[in-house]
């Protein structure tokens, strides 16, 4: 029995000294991540062109957010920090925050694809943070019903979103027009830059490409981007039934082909 004691007693002992280390261990882990997190939201407050009067208002939002989503506390913090560097305020940021989030949760992506791309897509389109749930739609839709991913979709924005802004286009009419580029295999950013150039090519038809359009009746007017959605030019150059040829002649070389294949 005395030995038998003697063994137990030493069994204990360990377990009590494996529990200390094990809990001395756990608090260093969760010092360094609440120092991780305070670091990522004063980075965010002093980024924000008001953040430091509300950098309360901002870790409140990013513990939220840590609870109610997929990503840690820490993470959302530094989701915030590409819109801080948009120069929004910590309102704008707390507005845009959550649904960056959803879409990189979506999406099974890193949250900095996220917010990199919608903040880069509401500066094209001149949205407001109020808007950032439309477009975390809008790049959800897209990503399933065509090719691209989210690294792909900000990619391709990159090269045709300001085109399509500039044109008039909405957000929704410019993403489904690169998503039929993409949809022909076209990598994401030679889809973005196919449409930017067929886009362009199109605003200023050469006297060549208006004898083609009159030999179908449609003029320099009908495919031009300012006067018609992506949609519109594709079903009067599909209805003409105007040849590969023509098209490469009406869009250019590098995005004819594509565009004769996508009226069709």
């Known amino acids: 029995m005395g030995k038998f004691a003697g063994k137990l007693d030493g069994i204990v002992t360990r377990g009590f000294q494996a529990a200390s280390a094990a809990a001395i261990g756990f608090a260093g882990a969760t010092a360094v991540v609440g120092a991780r997190f305070e670091q990522a939201i004063t980075t965010v407050a002093a980024l924000s062109t008001d953040g430091m009067q509300n950098i309360g208002a901002l870790e409140d939002q990013a513990r939220e957010l840590g609870a109610t989503t997929a990503f840690s506390a820490t993470q959302a913090a530094d989701a915030m920090k590409s819109f801080a560097q948009a120069g929004m305020t910590a309102t704008q940021i707390i507005e845009a925050s959550r649904p960056a989030l959803l879409l990189a949760g979506a999406a099974g992506t890193d949250m900095s694809v996220a917010t990199a791309g919608m903040t880069a897509t509401m500066k094209q389109f001149g949205l407001e943070t109020t808007d950032a749930g439309r477009v975390s739609d809008v790049f959800s839709m897209a990503m399933r019903t065509s090719l691209f991913d ?115």
């Open 150 to 264: 989210l690294q792909g979709l900000s990619d391709a924005m990159k090269y045709g979103g300001t085109v399509g802004a500039g044109f008039g286009m909405s957000l929704e009419q410019t993403t489904a027009s690169l998503a039929q580029f993409r949809n022909l295999g076209l990598e994401a950013t030679q889809a973005g830059t196919n449409f930017r150039m067929a886009m362009i090519k199109a605003a200023r038809v050469t006297s060549k490409g208006a004898a083609i359009l009159d030999k179908y009746g449609l003029s320099a007017a009908d495919i031009n981007p300012e006067l018609n959605s992506f949609a519109e030019i594709m079903q009067k150059v599909g209805d003409a039934g105007i040849s590969t040829t023509e098209t490469i002649e009406l869009f250019g070389s590098r995005a004819g082909a594509n565009v004769a294949q996508i009226a069709s």
